[in-house]
T-cell receptor
Framework: QQQVKQSPQSLIVQKGGISIINCAYE??????FPWYQQFPGKGPALLIA?????SEKKEGRFTISFNKSAKQFSLHIMDSQPGDSATYFC???????????FGGGTRVLVKP | EPEVTQTPSHQVTQMGQEVILRCVPI?????FYWYRQILGQKVEFLVS????????KSEIFDDQFSVERPDGSNFTLKIRSTKLEDSAMYFC???????????FGDGTRLSIL
């Protein structure tokens, strides 16, 4: 019940295209859903996050869509750029919790 | 922008030896965490630490592991007798409180020979 499932494992998109990464969770106690971006040799960096009281959050070219009833959330990267090439992790955590539960990661390659 | 710093970036250790991984969390943060990432796998929670005690730990965090905040700035992870399967990237993270985002360091790559 603690799992967060992420798909696809990898994604190739042309420059200017849209990258879409999906995550699903089981535990309804999860209350905060961050996305992390990781470049090779670096740690995960917080990209954008959402709480379940909203259905969408947008920051620049990055948008999270959240479907509470389906227990699914997704990251959309609009106008994808080569510099967006990285591994993206969704995660979830309970309210006042300590433990981030990560998805398996999606390696995104943006071709110029 | 303040960041979490970890040392060393790469640690090579013989199996059975003790290893200490070090972290300097962001200065005004009160909650500290260790995660690990085995090559090609997902990031896994190990332990959280608040007010000088462990607040939560995973089943991975067995008696071979310990954490300590030896002074006002450092946060360490000790593995007493390393095993081959301890080879992984170890990430330290910190947060202002447990309702705020966790910020990660760049990790220590631990290689057990």
């Amino acid at each position: 019940q603690q799992q967060v499932k992420q798909s696809p494992q990898s994604l190739i998109v042309q420059k200017g295209g849209i990258s879409i990464i999906n995550c699903a969770y089981e535990n309804t106690a999860f209350d905060y859903f961050p996305w992390y971006q990781q470049f090779p040799g670096k740690g995960p960096a917080l990209l954008i996050a959402i709480r379940p009281d909203v259905s969408e959050k947008k920051e620049g070219r990055f948008t999270i869509s959240f479907n509470k009833s389906a227990k699914q959330f997704s990251l959309h990267i609009m106008d994808s750029q080569p510099g967006d090439s990285a591994t993206y992790f969704c995660a979830a955590i309970k309210a006042a919790g300590n433990k981030l539960t990560f998805g398996g990661g999606t390696r995104v390659l943006v071709k110029p | 922008e303040p960041e979490v710093t970890q040392t060393p970036s790469h640690q090579v250790t013989q199996m059975g030896q003790e290893v200490i991984l070090r972290c300097v969390p962001i200065s005004n943060h009160l909650y500290f965490y260790w995660y690990r990432q085995i090559l090609g796998q997902k990031v896994e929670f190990l332990v959280s630490f608040y007010n000088n005690e462990i607040s939560e730990k995973s089943e991975i965090f067995d008696d071979q592991f310990s954490v300590e905040r030896p002074d006002g700035s450092n946060f360490t992870l000790k593995i007493r007798s390393t095993k081959l399967e301890d080879s992984a990237m170890y990430f330290c993270a910190s947060s202002v409180d447990n309702n705020q985002p966790q910020h990660f360091g760049d990790g220590t790559r631990l290689s057990i020979l």
